[in-house]
């Protein structure tokens, strides 16, 4: 068997893979008539698969959530690999300026750009996932994309309601790429207008430093006490100062299905009013940004 190709600098080399993609790729749209981009500019992060994070999240979310450990071995039986031996790797999709800018005027539906980058935007990000996993696994390293794998479910957590084996935020959360927001939302660098994505590989990378201890410091509600602009953007009252109700987020979404076939053409839904027109959509939120 070919020994993995040995890369001088690994970070680097996958920031720069991620980033070739979104960046260049005509694979990046929003399938409009103008063949608009679907994301802009994206950030990467790396964490340890031995991240005490990880095993936090088992507990707090429930003993179905994966560890890397479990859904790499889940992937590759006879691998012996220890938790150490492996990095995540996540990355955030920013939408981009016009985007951002339709979904601003919105009061109940999405608009056409944001309903298309939840469809196919999320379409690029399944592209960018299978992307990195063929272009490691040319240089014969083992990787999986943990929500691409057939063992891949949503359970219910005690806690938290439905949850999925594992979640692209708080992989991105653990790899230093932001914090959560009182919508749920994860604040990061590029604001909380984005997705993100994720693959577990048998790849020694530095972890990205995590500039905060707390899982929600970027949120100006749980930092000061202040803000609650995602609360007022919400049209289905599922935002409070309790957090975000899944199951009421959930009901509208489903009652943007009629809007946007009727609307927009094609099949899909969306919301992320929360998102935008908010103080943290495109950046970390400080109390100016209130005025
Ligand atoms: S809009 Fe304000 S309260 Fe809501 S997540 Fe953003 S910073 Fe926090
Ligand atoms: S996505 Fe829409 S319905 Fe769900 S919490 Fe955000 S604003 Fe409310």
């Known amino acids: 068997m070919k020994a993995v190709k040995r890369v001088k600098d690994p970070a680097v080399w996958l920031e720069t893979i991620i980033k070739r993609f979104i960046n260049k790729s005509p694979e990046n749209s929003l399938q409009n008539e103008k ?50 031996q492996l990095t995540v790797i996540s990355w955030v999709l920013p939408h981009t300026d016009a ?53 891949c479910k949503t359970k219910m957590s005690k806690r938290y309601g439905f949850a999925s084996t594992w979640s692209e935020r708080h992989a991105a959360y653990a790899s230093g790429l932001g914090t959560f927001g009182l919508c749920d939302g994860l604040i990061t660098p590029k604001g909380k207008a984005m997705r993100c994505g994720s693959v577990v590989a048998h790849i020694k990378i530095p972890p990205t430093k995590r500039p905060y201890n707390v899982h929600n410091a970027y949120c100006l509600f749980f930092s000061n006490g202040i803000c609650k602009k995602c609360v007022q953007r919400c049209p289905a009252r599922a935002i409070t100062e309790k957090g975000h109700d899944k199951v009421k987020c959930e009901k509208h979404l489903q009652t943007t299905r009629d809007y946007v076939r009727s609307h927009f053409g094609f099949k899909g839904y969306g919301c992320g009013l929360c998102q ?9 939120p400080t109390e100016k940004d209130l005025k």
């Open 99 to 151: 985007t951002k800018f339709d979904n601003r005027k919105q009061t109940v539906y999405p608009s056409e750009r944001w309903a298309r980058a939840r469809i196919y935007g999320e379409e690029v990000n399944v592209k960018l996932r299978k992307h990195v996993v063929a272009t490691l696994r040319e240089s014969r390293y083992k990787i999986v994309a943990p929500v691409l794998s057939p063992f």
């Open 35 to 84: 063949n608009e981009k679907a994301w802009a500019d994206p950030i990467v992060g790396f964490s340890s698969g031995d991240d005490s994070l990880y095993k936090f999240y088992k507990e707090d979310i429930g003993d179905f959530y994966w560890t890397p450990l479990e859904i790499f071995t889940k992937t590759f039986p006879r691998s012996r690999v220890t938790s150490d």
């Open 276 to 284: 935008t027109s908010v103080p943290c959509e495109s950046k970390i």
